[in-house]
């Protein structure tokens, strides 16, 4: 049996508000033999300790905590997951945990070919990694990235502090590679880079599962497709918009839809959440968390 554990980064001035240790739960009810780390402020700080080019003053150090908070635990584990802290597990992880690839990426852009609302994420695809383009159904989102291999994270490590170490705080000078700006830019050209590691995007279409924005759609607001989530035999589904698929869905990410004054007008973002989706799907939930 693969061991486990899910990394979230959260400092204290957001967990207040983002409520990591109900992620936590959530993640636990459906998996107890997952592990749930909360990178914290402290951790935060003694990680920008150990990596000083994270201190300098061209560098925002938020763009590339992603794997930063991940390394801590990549020599425990089997398995190891980043989750972003604004996001939901409703359900099983089973599809993730079950896979054998070396890579597990979700999918950016919505059935739509759009990002919620807005114009879908796509990228140039620059050597040596690729040639063309990373298009509407291949770009990634950075907001769950999963492993079942433990030097990946110390090549997106690197790969990250290069990009990183290219820019003068304003604008990145590494023309070979003039789009690739943050985490979410190399995490999409290291999975999709051929003949370097086994990769699978999980809720690809025809997978039958969603577990990212790509269950974002509508006409003025990124989420308006969760107010049509329901469950089904104690599991929250949304079905698909064009094919009327049932889809099981595993994760909602808020993915910066609910900004941070917002939340705070709610106490935090599951009161936000609770007002947006069916109120089966909100008890659901409660049931897990508590209020």
């Given at each position: 049996?693969?061991?486990?554990?899910?990394?979230?980064?959260?400092?204290?001035?957001?967990?207040?508000?983002?409520?990591?240790?109900?992620?936590?739960?959530?993640?636990?009810?459906?998996?107890?033999?997952?592990?749930?780390?909360?990178?914290?402020t402290k951790q935060t700080e003694d990680i920008k300790?150990?990596?000083?080019?994270?201190?300098?003053?061209?560098?925002?150090?938020?763009?590339?905590?992603?794997v930063m908070s991940c390394l801590p635990f990549v020599e425990d584990y089997d398995m190891l997951i980043h989750m972003d802290a604004d996001s939901f597990c409703i359900g099983s992880l089973d599809k993730?945990?079950?896979?054998?690839?070396?890579?597990?990426?979700?999918?950016?852009?919505?059935?739509?070919?759009?990002?919620?609302?807005?114009?879908p994420c796509v990228s140039p695809f620059y050597p040596p990694y690729g040639n063309g383009s990373i298009g509407v159904e291949e770009f990634i989102n950075a907001g769950f990235v999963a492993s079942n291999d433990k030097q990946f994270w110390y090549e997106w490590?690197?790969?990250?502090?290069f990009v990183a170490e290219q820019s003068d705080g304003r604008v990145f000078n590494y023309q070979p590679w003039p789009m690739i700006r943050n985490e979410q830019d190399t995490w999409n050209h290291i999975?999709?880079?051929?003949?370097?590691?086994?990769?699978?995007?999980?809720?690809?279409?025809?997978?039958?599962?969603?577990?990212?924005i790509i269950n974002q759609?509508?006409?003025?607001?990124?989420?308006e497709s969760w107010k049509k989530l329901y469950m089904k035999d104690g599991?929250?589904?949304?079905?698909?918009?064009?094919?009327?698929?049932?889809?099981?869905?595993?994760?909602l990410h808020a993915a910066g839809v609910?900004?941070?004054?917002?939340?705070?007008?709610?106490?935090?973002?599951?009161?936000?959440?609770?007002?947006?989706?069916?109120?089966?799907?909100?008890?659901?939930?409660?049931s897990i968390v508590g209020d």
């Open positions: 049996m693969k061991k486990i554990a899910i990394s979230t980064w959260c400092t204290d001035d957001y967990a207040v508000h983002l409520r990591p240790d109900k992620l936590k739960k959530l993640v636990n009810h459906f998996h107890p033999e997952i592990d749930f780390h909360i990178v914290d300790k150990e990596n000083p080019w994270m201190l300098e003053e061209t560098v925002r150090y938020p763009d590339w905590m992603m993730v945990i079950e896979s054998d690839k070396e890579l597990i990426g979700v999918r950016n852009n919505n059935f739509f070919g759009k990002a919620g609302s807005a114009q490590r690197d790969f990250n502090k999975f999709h880079a051929e003949n370097k590691y086994t990769s699978e995007i999980i809720d690809q279409e025809g997978s039958g599962v969603t577990y990212g759609w509508g006409d003025k607001d990124h989420c599991m929250v589904y949304l079905d698909h918009p064009i094919t009327g698929e049932p889809l099981r869905t595993s994760v609910g900004t941070m004054e917002t939340i705070k007008d709610y106490g935090d973002q599951y009161n936000w959440l609770y007002g947006m989706i069916s109120e089966e799907v909100a008890d659901h939930i409660r």
